[in-house]
Each structure stands twice: as structure tokens, then as C-alpha cells.
């Protein structure tokens, strides 16, 4: 395929909605071509720009009611009869409390938008981790040996644990890439289905749950805890990987 099909594509790949043999056709690409590596690399960087904190609005609790009420009052003073102008006084009072729904539910859908793009990114360095045979770049069991092998390769150290005494053996680490940065991947199994779990800072307080997915037939758990972002992914049925990651947590 032509660099120029490859380019038209690579906004797909990242979104992880290319099917199996063209996700590694563009591997071998981006493997090749200088051109679309720094493409792609310039897509990722605005991502995760777009994405930064700086640009949401966390809307107010009460804001639904209070636009709400603002909207009850407009409708009766504007059904009421003739339209005087103190009415029309009234409903341009309402208008900024209207712009600031607007604003949240444009706020909550792009948020929505993000948590959906990461799991996409999450199942896709799942598979490509399966696909290249490149599952880790450490391979050992002992939590030991894993954990040091990040130092100096991120900018943080991740907890490792072996939870072979659970049935999650630790078959050991690589570094991946996700939301346009380095992570973390510690790769577990489970009767022969690997589990991967990407780690990454992402400070939040206390410890949160963020959710469960599924896509492309694997599911994706994800949760941060003491300042650390995780997503946990696996073809492992959901009653089995929820097991796993309340043993990680504990």
C-alpha cells in the first residue's frame, strides 16, 4: 500500500478502527516511513493536548435545576400573553445560564468522547502486543526483577505485583504508549489468556473506579489509585477479570 493510502489511514489506526491486517500493515509502515512516524506522532501530541484539563469546564451540581427553572420562567412569561419588554428582560437573563448548559453537555459528551478513545487505545495495544509476539520487553516472574527494569526507562515507577498465589502469574513487563505518552504495561495470565495492565500517572485524589468496556470481544477495566491510572485488558470472561483486578488492588 502507498504512503499516501497509508496517511489517509492513519487517523483510523489511532483510533484503533482498522481491522487486524490493515493495523499491520500500518505497523510495518510506520516502521519504514519516517514521514507518517512523525504524522503520527503530531497526532497523538494534539490529542493529548485537546485533552488537557485546562480546556474543561466541570459545570456546577445544581446547574440542570437552575437552568431549568430559568427556562419554566421564560415559557410562562412568554405564553402569558403579549410580550412586554420587561419580559424580554427577563428571558435575556436566562440566556447565560442557557450557554452554560449547553456548554456542560458539550463538556460531558467530549469526556465521554476521551474515556471511549482511550479504551480504543487500550484494546489496540492489546492486540498488537498479541499480533507482534512483542507481549514483553522483561520477561520474568519475579515482581523484582520487573519493577527496576522501568527505571530510567519512564518518568515513574509502577507498583508490580505477582499474584501467582491467586492464579494471575506474572509473566513480566514492556513499555507501551497511550494518550500520548509512555506507560507501563505489566502483563499477567490466566489459563493461557493474557492480561495486560497499563499504568500511568494521572493524579485524582483518592482512589476511583472508572469503569468497564467491551470492544472487539475484550473487556476493559479501568481504576486509578494513589495518583496512577490503570486499565486492565483481557479476553478473560468479566466475572474472571474483575477477580483479577480486585486482587491487584488489594
Given at each position: 500500500m502507498s504512503?499516501?493510502?497509508?496517511?489517509?489511514?492513519l487517523e483510523a489506526y489511532l483510533d484503533g478502527e482498522l481491522d487486524l491486517v490493515r493495523s499491520m500493515e500500518m505497523e510495518r509502515h510506520l516502521s519504514e516511513?519516517?514521514?507518517?512516524?512523525?504524522?503520527?506522532?503530531?497526532?497523538?501530541?494534539l490529542r493529548?493536548?485537546?485533552?488537557?484539563?485546562?480546556?474543561?469546564?466541570?459545570?456546577?451540581?445544581?446547574?440542570?435545576?437552575?437552568?431549568?427553572?430559568?427556562?419554566d420562567k421564560a415559557m410562562k412569561a412568554s405564553s402569558a400573553g403579549p410580550v412586554f419588554p420587561w419580559r424580554w428582560v427577563a428571558l435575556a437573563a436566562s440566556l447565560p445560564s442557557m450557554a452554560i448548559l449547553a456548554w456542560a453537555l458539550l463538556t460531558t459528551a467530549r469526556t465521554a468522547s476521551d474515556t471511549e478513545l482511550l479504551n480504543r487505545e487500550i484494546v489496540s495495544a492489546h492486540v498488537r502486543?498479541?499480533?507482534?509476539?512483542?507481549?514483553?520487553?522483561?520477561?520474568?516472574?519475579?515482581?523484582?526483577?520487573?519493577?527496576?527494569?522501568f527505571n530510567g526507562k519512564?518518568?515513574?515507577s509502577p507498583e508490580v505485583r505477582d499474584l501467582a498465589g491467586e492464579g494471575y502469574p506474572l509473566v513480566g513487563g514492556r513499555l507501551d504508549y497511550l494518550g500520548g505518552r509512555g506507560v507501563a504495561a505489566l502483563v499477567y495470565e490466566r489459563r493461557k489468556h493474557a492480561i495486560n495492565v497499563f499504568v500511568w500517572p494521572e493524579p485524582s485524589g483518592k482512589a476511583t473506579f472508572e469503569g468497564e468496556a467491551s470492544r472487539r470481544g475484550y473487556t476493559v477495566i479501568r481504576w486509578r489509585r494513589s495518583g496512577m491510572a490503570y486499565g486492565a485488558v483481557s479476553d478473560l470472561n468479566l466475572a474472571e477479570l474483575r477477580e483479577f483486578v480486585r486482587d491487584l488492588q488489594r
Amino acid at each position: 500500500m502507498s504512503c499516501g493510502a497509508q496517511a489517509e489511514l492513519l487517523e483510523a489506526y489511532l483510533d484503533g478502527e482498522l481491522d487486524l491486517v490493515r493495523s499491520m500493515e500500518m505497523e510495518r509502515h510506520l516502521s519504514e516511513c519516517e514521514t507518517c512516524s512523525v504524522s503520527l506522532r503530531r497526532h497523538r501530541a494534539l490529542r493529548s493536548a485537546l485533552g488537557g484539563a485546562s480546556l474543561y469546564f466541570e459545570a456546577p451540581k445544581d446547574l440542570e435545576k437552575r437552568v431549568g427553572a430559568e427556562l419554566d420562567k421564560a415559557m410562562k412569561a412568554s405564553s402569558a400573553g403579549p410580550v412586554f419588554p420587561w419580559r424580554w428582560v427577563a428571558l435575556a437573563a436566562s440566556l447565560p445560564s442557557m450557554a452554560i448548559l449547553a456548554w456542560a453537555l458539550l463538556t460531558t459528551a467530549r469526556t465521554a468522547s476521551d474515556t471511549e478513545l482511550l479504551n480504543r487505545e487500550i484494546v489496540s495495544a492489546h492486540v498488537r502486543s498479541l499480533m507482534a509476539d512483542h507481549l514483553t520487553d522483561v520477561p520474568s516472574s519475579d515482581q523484582h526483577t520487573v519493577k527496576p527494569w522501568f527505571n530510567g526507562k519512564l518518568d515513574f515507577s509502577p507498583e508490580v505485583r505477582d499474584l501467582a498465589g491467586e492464579g494471575y502469574p506474572l509473566v513480566g513487563g514492556r513499555l507501551d504508549y497511550l494518550g500520548g505518552r509512555g506507560v507501563a504495561a505489566l502483563v499477567y495470565e490466566r489459563r493461557k489468556h493474557a492480561i495486560n495492565v497499563f499504568v500511568w500517572p494521572e493524579p485524582s485524589g483518592k482512589a476511583t473506579f472508572e469503569g468497564e468496556a467491551s470492544r472487539r470481544g475484550y473487556t476493559v477495566i479501568r481504576w486509578r489509585r494513589s495518583g496512577m491510572a490503570y486499565g486492565a485488558v483481557s479476553d478473560l470472561n468479566l466475572a474472571e477479570l474483575r477477580e483479577f483486578v480486585r486482587d491487584l488492588q488489594r
